[in-house]
Structure formats: structure tokens, C-alpha cells
């Protein structure tokens, strides 16, 4: 019976296997033909008291190289080694071909305090494009590093960047104390933080939409129930423990409900939750099993997954109620839908021939295109920017975490070489 209720929690995909633990690494395994190309120097250091624990320009570089836009010159091909503006030949870094170039040092203020400066610098034009000074605790040098990424990538591209929010994912430890971890990461991986550690399965996380809290589904008392953690300070609740299942949470955009599947009316159906009043709306009633909703970002409608046609497909329904009206009719196999910030693409899983891939869906257009080339991927996650796609892929007995560009071009590994990952879900833009 258990292994039923997990293989309806996970999306009818799959059961998660117990492997061991290690520690998030990136492998760049596709580049972008075309990528803007930029140079980041490594910051000058020389005026500290201890080496720092960090690279900064080495996580900037590998930031940038992940967005799919920019090409990252190798550090070893590096003409020259400046820190100012004024320090910098032009002529040599546009013979090296790089548009732009990234320099900067870091001052120590006091014991364990810094000042970080660095500036984005046109090669081409031959001028500054931004420059700033950043105050940073030893603690936080990598989130410092996240936010000088984000800095560069929306002055070149003039969108927002993603790479100083968090991921949330599970991982399946063997011969471990506790053999399940909910854990919390940086969005390259690094930094990783418990959030909860279970012998039982955890599955289903879902970001509330401050970024201040997770939902996510839980086995610890041998059936599955839905827990909302504050992260800060540990603190949870149950808040949903109904007969039968209690699965797939996921978050309004003004943080007031949950969308969830429940079976407690018989079969799985979708249901919606007053996260204060604990106060229950059901939204599909059908023999079939509905689940994986997640909420548009207007908050009217709610897309889900439901094989009431006879194979696995996408749904959508208005909050407020009605009939639910199939959206996706491209192939058997659409479902784990996950949604741009901006409504107009649905990222989700696309089987064809015993083939499970991510594909992102153009609602306006209904035009469907396949983004990864792998047999055995799952669990889409739009990044906030809705610039790239986060999913799980199993390749043998483990599972691992990428990310894609969302034209398909470009994709890097978060390589897990001894362990099993699972589940992620990219966080959102969080309040300063």
C-alpha cells in the first residue's frame, strides 16, 4: 500500500530509490554557439590578512557561464590580470575576443568584515557599464558573489537575475541515520542546508512564494501528511492529515492557500486550502486520479495533471470552480507542470515512446518543444527569471539535478557522483 501512495505522490513517475550521500559539484555538459563572451578577472586579494574561503570571481565566471548567455573566458587564457578600470588595455581584450570584462578586489574592513568592489567594463566601447562597492561578513562572500553575477547578467541582458535564489530538493541517503534529507541549496549547488531528515520518504516541496517557508509532504508517521516549515526558525505545522492521501502542496502567489490532492472523498481529486482558516474547497470531482496542480500567476487558475482522458495530460481549471478544460493534446504522455513567472510557457514532462523528457509549452500558440535529450527526466521548475528550467534526471540508479536554458541550448549538471537527488524546486525571488 505504501509503495502505491508514493507512486501517486511522485506524479506517477516514480519511487525513490535509497542511494548514498555527497556533496553538489557543476559540469557544464552543453554551451549556447553564440554566448556573449566576458572575461572576470580574478579579484585582487593581496591586501588581506587570511585568504578568503571563497572565490568570488570564480563563482561570478561560473555563474555567468550557466545562464546559457555568456561565455566565461577560461581563467588560464587570460591576457592580463588588472583590478581597476584604469588599469586595463583594451586593444588586448578585444584581440582575446571578449566583449566585456569583470574586475574588482576585495579591502578587508575588520577580522571577518569586507568591502567588495568590482566593475563591468564594455571592451568594445571601451567604458564602464556599472561599478559598485558591496559590504560583505565572511558568512555571506557567496551570496555576495551570487548578487555581482545578478548585477552583470541584467545590465548586459536587462533581465533580472536568478543566480542569488535558493533550490530545494530531496536526497536519499543509504546506510545513514536518516535515510531521507529535505535540503536547501544555493542555486549552484553549494551551501546546501538541512531542512528536515526522516526515515521515511519526503517528497513534493514547494517554495512559498516569500521564499520564508516550505510545504512538502512527509511519511514520518507512516502515512503521508503535509507540513509547512518556516525555514529560519525551524518551526511546522501539519496542515493537512486526511484519510487516505495527502500530497502534491503547492502555494497561491499571495502565500493565503495551498492547492493539494486529497482522497479522503474517494478518489485523488484537487483541492484548495486556507492556509488560516484550514478551510477546504474541492475543485475536481472525477473517478480518475488529478494531481500536481500548480497555480497560475495571477492566482484565477489552476493547471494539474489527470489521466481522465485516458493517458496523462494537463488541465486547467479556475479557482473558483467549473469544469476543468484540457490544455496540453501534443503526445500521451504531459504532466508535473510548472509555469513561467510570466504565465506564457508551462514547462513539464513529455513522454513519446517510452521517452520522458522536459518540454516547455507555449500557451498562446500551443506550440510544444522538447528541451533535454535524456530518457528519464522529471520534476520541472521554472527559475523565477523564467529564464531557465531546474529538473531531476535519472541516469542508472541515481538521480541528479540540471538546469536548461529555456530555448534548449544550453544545460549544466549539479553532478551528485555517489547520491540520489530528487524532486527540486527553484526558489523565488525573496523580499531584501
Not at 307 to 327: E, F
Amino acid at each position: 500500500m505504501k509503495q502505491l501512495i508514493i507512486y501517486l505522490l511522485a506524479g506517477l513517475l516514480w519511487i525513490m530509490p535509497v542511494l548514498a550521500n555527497a556533496a553538489l559539484t557543476i559540469e557544464i555538459t552543453g554551451g549556447v554557439e553564440g554566448a556573449l563572451p566576458i572575461a572576470v578577472v580574478p579579484f585582487d586579494t593581496s591586501r588581506l590578512s587570511s585568504k578568503l574561503p571563497v572565490d568570488i570571481a570564480g563563482i561570478v565566471a561560473s555563474d555567468l557561464n550557466r545562464s546559457g548567455v555568456l561565455k566565461s573566458m577560461e581563467r588560464t587564457r587570460l591576457p592580463a590580470n588588472p583590478h581597476y578600470s584604469n588599469q586595463v588595455q583594451y586593444a588586448r581584450w578585444r584581440t582575446a575576443g571578449q566583449d566585456y570584462l569583470v574586475v574588482g578586489r576585495v579591502l578587508e574592513k575588520s577580522p571577518g568584515l569586507y568591502n567588495i568592489e568590482f566593475q563591468l567594463l564594455d571592451v568594445l566601447k571601451q567604458k564602464q557599464l556599472l561599478g559598485r562597492s558591496m559590504p560583505a561578513k565572511k558568512r555571506n562572500l557567496r551570496s555576495r558573489a551570487h548578487q555581482i553575477s545578478d548585477f552583470i547578467y541584467e545590465q548586459i541582458t536587462g533581465t533580472r537575475g536568478a543566480f542569488n535564489t535558493r533550490i530545494a530538493f530531496v536526497r536519499a541517503q543509504k546506510d545513514a541515520a536518516r535515510k531521507y534529507v529535505l535540503q536547501v541549496a544555493d542555486t549552484d549547488g553549494f551551501n546546501a542546508q538541512n531542512v528536515l531528515e526522516s526515515d521515511e520518504p519526503i517528497m513534493s516541496p514547494s517554495w512559498s512564494p516569500d521564499g520564508k517557508s516550505l510545504a512538502y509532504v512527509s511519511f514520518e508517521n507512516e502515512r503521508p501528511e503535509i507540513f509547512i516549515q518556516h525555514l529560519a526558525t525551524a518551526r511546522r505545522s501539519k496542515v493537512a492529515g486526511f484519510r487516505g492521501l495527502n500530497s502534491a502542496p503547492s502555494w497561491s502567489p499571495d502565500g493565503k492557500f495551498l492547492a493539494l490532492v486529497l482522497s479522503k472523498d474517494g478518489s485523488p481529486d484537487i483541492y484548495t486550502l486556507n492556509t488560516a482558516t484550514k478551510r477546504l474547497k474541492r475543485l475536481t470531482t472525477h473517478r480518475s486520479i488529478d494531481t500536481e496542480p500548480v497555480w497560475s500567476s495571477d492566482g484565477r487558475t489552476i493547471i494539474f495533471t489527470s489521466d481522465r482522458a485516458g493517458s496523462p495530460q494537463l488541465y486547467r481549471i479556475d479557482v473558483g470552480g467549473g469544469k476543468p478544460k484540457r490544455v496540453t493534446f501534443e503526445g500521451r504522455y504531459n504532466t508535473a507542470a510548472s509555469l513561467s513567472p510570466d504565465g506564457k510557457f508551462i514547462a513539464m514532462v513529455h513522454g513519446e515512446r517510452g521517452q520522458y523528457k522536459i518540454a516547455q509549452y507555449e500557451r498562446e500558440t500551443g506550440n510544444l518543444t522538447v528541451l533535454t535529450d535524456s530518457s528519464l527526466d522529471e520534476s520541472p521548475s521554472f527559475s523565477p527569471n523564467g529564464k531557465m528550467v531546474l529538473y531531476a534526471s535519472t541516469r542508472g540508479n541515481n538521480g541528479f539535478l540540471y538546469a536548461v536554458s529555456i530555448d534548449g541550448r544550453a544545460k549544466h549538471k549539479l553532478s551528485d557522483q555517489a547520491g540520489d537527488i530528487r524532486e527540486p524546486v527553484w526558489g523565488p525571488f525573496e523580499s531584501k
